[in-house]
């Protein structure tokens, strides 16, 4: 469905049922799967032939789903994992090894700046942050002999700072490495980071994606665009043979559109089994179906929230890319002209105002948690990102009395009175 609209795809690409088959993507609830002859399976096990043999590393309802999400990013082939940690974490670790670097934005969900800053240390891979800001030749400095990727978010979570695409796909290209991009808050509705030079894209599927907050998931994307054996000295993974697969060099079996995305199943999916369940891939294709519908409201509420907590003479300041006065505003009429998500995030007085404030809210719920139909908020600084230090807060955007708002899918009217009511609790 290549040639279809993008509302079109979010309705029906990734799974065209023949006569007689089930309309809907089929829950395929198994976990093995079974052959006449041994041969049949031993041309799995040494990737000659397609299809499934334990659902550890492929099922075919994830497959259907993966293949959707491929079509609306643009890309050529995608991944489901078990989360959106679990995805940027195999995107990363499907490229690099112990004595590798990255180049990442700081400004980056506070997870996944834990995740490359101190687990993947940890496993010897070294990182070094840049501002979103940076200019090229920051950005290029920046980058070492090991480096082998770089890494930012489309709109951040949750400083919502908007990253210049196409100047860090530029530096990575220069270096030689791929650019990785998580998308989860734009979606491919209002981005598709691979149309401005992005190599690879991520998702937390639980978030707009799945929209209800019922199932987690993650996702990867291929473009299937960046040259492996022209960088076969950086990727050995990729361009040598694999000896857990029978010396398989997946570079030239699957070339540039299906080494990435096999190699991180048949390896990496294999030996760490961080798979999205079956039953949660069908509930996220439901999300999928609706998404083009869902995230134009989303971005007309954030977008009258944000006006109103502009115009309040309670709030420091307040970071939405759709106001006139961000900083990212014209950067977002770039790359996010129809909106950009329904996440709003602004500051008062520090953390006890957050806690007040958040203490006198109605219609918004406090939840580790964003961006589905049902608005709810937190202070990052004692949740999501309580493991940085006041200095990594402030470096990552996030000063200690910031609120994070999801807008979800109710009435405007009502949530600005909610908040109205809340400020003036203060």
Known sequence: MSDMRINTKCVQAGYIP????????????????????????GKLFDLEASGYFYSRLQNPTNDYVAAKIAELEGGCAAMLTSSGQAANFFALFNICEAGS???????????????????????GIDVTFVSPD??????S????DNTRAMFGETIANPALTVLDIELFAKVAHAHGV???IDNTFPTPINCRPIEWGADIVTHSTTKYMEGHGAALGGVIVDSGK???????????????????????VYAQKFGNEGAYITKATSQLMRDL??????????????????????????????????????SSNKVIKVNYPGLKSDKYYKRAQKYLPNGGCGVVSFELEGREAAEKFMKNLKVWAIETHVADARSCCLNPATATHRQMTDEQLMEAGVPAGLVRM?????DKEDLIEDIKNALDAI
Request: hydrophobic share 35%; with cysteine; aromatic share 8%.
């Open 178 to 180: 791929p650019l990785i």
């Open 273 to 310: 089994g961080c798979i999205q369940a079956p039953q949660n891939a069908f509930i996220l294709n439901h999300g999928l179906e609706s998404l083009h519908v869902r995230m134009p409201r989303h971005v007309e509420n954030a977008q009258a929230v944000a006006e109103f907590l502009e």
């Open 18 to 41: 023949g006569n007689g088959e089930p309309r809907q993507i089929p829950i395929i609830q198994s976990t093995t799967f079974k052959y006449d002859t041994s041969e049949d399976m």
């Open 406 to 410: 999801s807008c979800g899918l109710e």
């Open 134 to 139: 940076a200019t090229e030749e920051e950005l």
């Open 226 to 248: 960046f040259d492996w054996m022209a960088h076969a000295d950086k990727y050995p993974g990729l361009t040598t043979p694999d000896e857990s697969y029978h010396g398989i």
């Open 101 to 123: 670097h990255i180049v990442a934005s700081s400004s980056i969900y506070g997870g996944t700046f834990n995740l490359i800053g101190v687990t993947l240390k940890k496993m």
């Open 141 to 144: 400095a920046a980058f070492k």
